[in-house]
């Protein structure tokens, strides 16, 4: 693997300037579009279909990890929220432990976690 940067949980990308960047590996748990309540379309296309609490990658991978997680709990399935940013479970506590525990795991010694 050649990329050096991992982001597991890319969405719809909002948080790169270059969303095709070949450094980076965008992950992400779905693939979806949507066409938002104000006519803009929403395209969750990562280039690899994951779950960041396991990760199909090999210890100590990447150089850089840009971990942003779903972050809300109470949006509507169908809110433009929820489609945009992700829904985290009841579970969240658990799942953002084991999030963390993977982004740990794919990166390299001395690598960088941005939250």
């Known amino acids: 693997m050649t990329a050096k940067v991992l982001d597991p949980c890319c969405g719809s990308r ?14 992400d748990i779905r693939t979806e579009s949507h066409i ?3 006519g803009r379309s929403l395209e969750v296309a ?22 942003d997680p779903p972050h809300l709990l109470h949006a509507g399935d169908k809110s433009w929220l929820a489609l945009k940013y992700g ?16 982004c740990f795991r794919v990166l390299k010694p001395n690598g960088m976690l941005i939250f």
């Open 87 to 102: 829904k985290l479970g009841q579970d969240w506590r658990s799942d953002l432990a084991l999030g963390f525990a993977e």
């Open 14 to 27: 909002m948080m790169h300037f270059d969303r095709i960047n070949q450094n980076v590996v965008f992950g």
């Open 36 to 38: 938002l309540c104000d």
């Open 46 to 67: 990562p280039d690899i279909e994951m779950d960041f609490r396991n990760m199909p990658f090999e210890d100590e991978t990447f150089h850089a990890v840009v971990f």
